[in-house]
């Protein structure tokens, strides 16, 4: 079901979430830039997304991994980054199907990017719907 959101707001407790899995694992999320204003999509699908990559995120890195969203035209760019290996091929598992598959249902797409000089990006972009 298609909602609206304030995007800060909304980030923010999804980070909040990862704050007790960062104390007892040792590794933390952080929130880089996040423009302001709202979001209109399946706000349940993409929450479960965000979840997924952050997870795959902290499966690669021993310590951080951060979530930053670009507006980009009439749409957000969400990129996950984290510091474990850049080996680009070792990131595409069957785990990132799941969100490939999600972000194509929200009418966006997704793809990796290298983090030099460590770690990899998954990046994907979705319409703001507003």
């Known amino acids: 079901m298609y909602r609206s959101a304030d995007l ?3 980030l923010t407790s999804l980070v909040a979430k990862f704050a007790p899995y960062g104390t007892r694992y040792g590794n ?3 929130m880089g ?3 302001a204003g ?3 999509t ?3 699908l993409l929450s479960t997304v965000l979840e997924d990559l952050i997870h795959n995120a902290f ?3 021993p310590t951080t991994a951060e979530i930053s969203v670009l507006q980009v035209a009439a749409a957000l760019q969400f990129r ?3 510091r474990g290996s850049q080996d680009l091929e070792d990131r595409i598992p069957d785990c990132l199907q799941f969100s490939r598959e ?3 249902e929200l009418g966006g797409s997704l793809w990796l990017e290298a983090n030099p000089p460590q770690g990899a990006v998954v990046c994907f972009v979705v319409p703001s719907g507003n």
């Open 38 to 40: 709202r979001i209109y």
């Open 8 to 10: 800060h707001p909304f």
């Open 80 to 82: 996950i980054a984290d």
């Open 28 to 30: 933390a999320l952080t």
């Open 42 to 44: 399946d706000l349940a």
């Open 59 to 61: 499966s690669h890195s």
């Open 33 to 35: 830039a996040v423009p």
């Open 102 to 104: 999600a972000i194509a």
